[in-house]
């Protein structure tokens, strides 16, 4: 008797979609009655509010320049004291929630911020707006990291000299290295310095979800405070994403006031495991806030804005490039450059398709072949979540784990955690089974041989090491 085929694929759950597809787009339709409230209010709101943040302006830069006076930003390197760290952390403090005042913000703070010996460093999460600087005045002017570009930007840059940033620059290969070392020293500095601030996720989301942590500040092992943001209005103005309306603050919100809502958590203290693991650490401290946000978490990471820039440049739709590329990389082993080939190698097939999602009828014009049941399996192999279309993050799993077979350790893992279905670290009969019967498109397949030949201690299950 002819064995039957078999479509169905046993799919890992950690490589299912995210629960918020594109968390960097940002969508804003305003009616027609907040457009007329706009341009009536705009009318006297507009000018009034640009002359007083003009005056505010006037007043911080002759202190921030006094304040910064003769004091190094690179080298031997001291933290504020005396009359500096007053003027800083009272005087600067004070003439910041002046101009966020006079741009509209009204803002409410919820629990109670920590000294920095109990927390020497903030994580402020989502970050959505150039505007949750905010969160810098509110917490008394912390430490953060900065580019050092932003240190000769007009005015603004002495308004950056008084945080005192750890500073990172792109031209110095050593910087990434050299930036953690500071951290890390300021988070142990015993309460010398202050708090260092930070927002881990590394850019702009549309507050949808919490995308993936970077460990940075995360490194030294030192208890972190989290810190929520929330803007609840009814309009969304403020947001600046990468895809969509960069922001309609300049446009609407001066006419509007702004409600910030900003929440301290109680300080998370690592654990040993997480001391030594900061990526365990950043997951549990990104968990916690995602719990008192209500929203859920996904693996996408600045890497995909990067990807989504290229799927634009190679005339895809823009969300064509979202993998959660911190997923996709550490399961699959890819590096960024991996992954910008294969896009270029997936608009190859679907730049003529609508939606830059490949169907079965381009799968097979790509691969000069007919449709037959043969193809129809190769196709539902890519096909992960069954609608019939492949996008680019199912090509992408499809083209490294079925395409690109090699007898390396790192081939052999991912071949073992795509047995392993239910990832408890071994791999029972019954799984291993499945997906050979799966592969291989029979459904009658006899492999009890070769599992307990392969089950050498005869413990019913297969582990990596074995």
């Not at 005339?315 to 959660?324: H, K, R, W």
């Not at 398709?353 to 196709?379: D, H, V």
């Not at 052999?412 to 392993?420: E, G, S, T, V």
């Amino acid at each position: 008797m002819t064995p039957r085929r078999v479509f169905a694929l046993p799919r890992q759950q950690s490589l299912f979609l995210p629960a918020v597809l594109n968390p960097f787009v940002q969508e804003v339709n305003l009616a027609k009655a907040d457009i007329i409230k706009c341009v009536f209010r705009g009318v006297f709101l507009v000018p009034i509010r640009a002359i007083f943040l003009t005056l505010v302006l006037m007043v911080t830069w002759p202190v921030a320049a006094i304040t910064t006076f003769m004091h190094p930003l690179k080298g031997a390197v001291a933290p504020m004291t005396g009359w500096r760290r007053f003027m800083c952390r009272r005087v600067m403090a004070f003439l910041g929630r002046s101009y966020y005042f006079f741009m509209g913000f009204r803002v409410v703070v919820k629990g109670q911020q920590v000294s920095s010996t109990e927390a020497p460093i903030l994580a402020v999460a989502p970050h959505s707006t150039f505007f949750d600087g905010i969160v810098c005045i509110v917490a008394g002017l912390p430490s953060t990291v900065s580019r050092t570009e932003n240190l000769a930007t007009p005015i603004f840059g002495r308004f950056v000299r008084c945080l005192q940033p750890v500073l990172v620059s792109r031209k110095d290969p050593d910087s990434r290295k050299n930036t953690i070392m500071e951290i890390d020293s300021r988070a142990k500095s015993g309460g010398r310095w202050p708090q260092i601030l930070v927002f881990p996720e590394g850019t702009c989301t549309n507050r949808s979800c919490l995308i993936t942590f970077k460990q940075g500040a995360f490194v030294p092992g030192v208890p972190v405070q989290p810190v929520i943001m929330r803007y609840p209005n009814r309009l969304d103005t403020v947001t600046w994403t990468w895809q969509g309306f960069i922001s309609l603050y300049f446009l609407v919100s001066p006419c509007f006031d702004l409600s910030t809502l900003l929440q301290f958590l109680p300080p998370v203290t690592p654990t040993g495991e997480e001391k030594k693991r900061p990526v365990l650490f950043a997951r549990r401290v990104r968990n916690v806030m995602a719990q008192a946000l209500g929203v859920p978490v996904t693996d996408h990471t600045y890497e995909d804005c990067r990807l989504m820039i290229s799927a634009g440049e190679l005339t895809l739709p823009m969300e064509a490039g979202l993998v959660e590329f911190t997923k996709i990389s550490q399961k699959l082993d890819l590096k960024w450059d991996n992954v910008k080939k294969e896009l270029e190698g997936f608009a190859a097939v679907a730049c003529s398709c609508k939606g830059g999602r490949i169907t079965i009828q381009e799968f097979a014009r790509f691969l000069k072949l007919p449709i037959s049941p043969a193809l129809q399996e190769l196709f539902a192999l890519f096909d992960r979540d069954g609608d019939g279309t492949i996008d680019f993050r199912e090509y992408v799993i499809g083209v490294t784990i079925l395409c690109r077979p090699a007898n390396t350790e790192e081939v052999l893992r991912i071949a073992f955690q795509l047995f392993d279905t239910d990832e408890d670290q071994r791999i029972t009969h019954e799984e291993f089974s499945s997906m050979l019967r799966s592969a291989l498109g029979v459904c009658d397949l006899n492999v009890s041989k070769l599992f307990k030949e392969i089950d050498t201690d005869s413990s019913e299950f297969i582990t990596f090491c074995k």
